[in-house]
Nanobody, 113 residues
Framework: QVQLVESGGGLVQAGGSLKLSCAAS????????MNWYRQAPGKQREMVAT???????NYADSVKGRFTITRDNAKNTVYLQMNSLKPEDTAIYYC???????WGQGTQVTVSS
């Protein structure tokens, strides 16, 4: 069993920044890619960013150039730096251990206009 715990969400004005963290309970973290997803009210969950074991990254078109995903294998933690936030970024953000059914509980991000 792996527990994933997100933190760092909150309320921010448009144009602001937030940094999300996702800490894994086990060292299996270092052998898997990690994903960030988000789900806005009334919408399907969508992939936001992914980072491989080696550090390669991929982003949804809607966040490219604004969001940065990084990982610290020594801390079993993945981060999502979110800059230039827009109201449409408002959602619950989840981290996911790639290829598994392990998800965090989610952290709310609200961007006011």
């Amino acid at each position: 069993q792996v527990q994933l715990v997100e933190s760092g969400g909150g309320l921010v004005q448009a144009g602001g920044s937030l940094k999300l963290s996702c800490a894994a309970s086990r060292s299996i973290f270092s052998s898997r890619a990690m994903n960030w997803y988000r789900q806005a009210p009334g919408k399907q969950r969508e992939m936001v960013a992914t980072i491989t074991i080696g550090g390669s990254t991929n982003y949804a078109d809607s966040v490219k150039g604004r969001f940065t995903i990084t990982r610290d294998n020594a801390k079993n933690t993945v981060y999502l730096q979110m800059n230039s936030l827009k109201p449409e970024d408002t959602a619950i953000y989840y981290c996911n251990l790639a290829g598994t059914g392990f998800w965090g509980q989610g952290t709310q991000v609200t961007v006011s206009s």
